[in-house]
């Protein structure tokens, strides 16, 4: 029983560049939320995507976007990046945003 | 707004000692207090979850002691062993009003010594 995957594992990136962060969910989750965790913080809610549409939103600019594929899968875009964009990008997946969310191990996300 | 506070920011723990790390939140409308443990370079994996409605939940070696009055809930490690090193966050949400996002504390970096 495959968990949340995250891909890429790392990545660099110059400031003003874009980004495309991806997530598969775990088997039988339907509802994938975004985080964001700066190093030595815990974790931020971004926002969580279900039946293809953003259900909630957190305190996070436009520059951050994402999308959510038929198949449970989504992305997640951030634009025009910034230095303070440097942390670790965690996806999280449930049943229709109830019970338990399960976490991958995150894409570290570095900006030059 | 900080709206789960943690403490402490790191524990130092003798093996098969009790490990306890404290968190309080502000919003009294979270009824899902889950507790997550991160190793270096993993994601956050589900530890234990409380809801309000029981002042205490045993799993294992993992007890959540909740405490609605003062709006605190707790995590104890007991027989904590090295394995158990690892950074411990606590979170929380409102479910009840379709919020779904988990608002989390700062962490606890426990180091369990032999």
């Known amino acids: 029983d495959a968990g949340v995957t995250q891909s890429p594992t790392h990545l660099i990136k110059t400031r003003g560049q874009q980004v495309t962060l991806r997530c598969s969910p775990k088997?039988?989750?339907?509802?994938v939320s975004w985080y964001q965790q700066a190093l030595g913080q815990g974790p931020q809610f971004i926002f969580q995507y279900y039946e293809e549409e953003e259900r909630q939103r957190g305190n996070f600019p436009d520059r951050f976007s994402g999308h959510q594929f038929p198949n449970y899968s989504s992305e997640l875009n951030v634009n025009a990046l910034l230095l303070g964009d440097s942390a670790l990008y965690l996806c999280a997946s449930s049943p229709k945003g109830r019970g338990p969310q399960h976490f991958g191990d995150g894409t570290r996300l570095s900006i030059l | 707004q900080q709206q789960v506070k943690q403490s402490p920011q790191s524990l130092i723990v003798q093996k098969g000692g009790i490990s306890i790390i404290n968190c309080a939140y502000e919003n009294t409308a979270f009824d899902y207090f889950p507790w997550y443990q991160q190793f270096p370079g993993k994601g956050p994996a589900l530890l234990i979850a409380i809801r309000p409605d029981v002042s205490e939940k045993k799993e294992g070696r993992f007890t959540i002691s909740f405490n609605k009055s003062a709006k605190q809930f707790s995590l104890h490690i007991m027989d904590s062993q090295p394995g158990d090193s690892a950074t411990y966050f606590c979170a929380a949400s409102n479910s009840g009003a379709g919020s779904y996002q988990l608002t989390f504390g700062k962490g606890t970096k426990l180091s369990v010594i032999p």
């Open positions: 088997s039988g989750h339907d509802t």
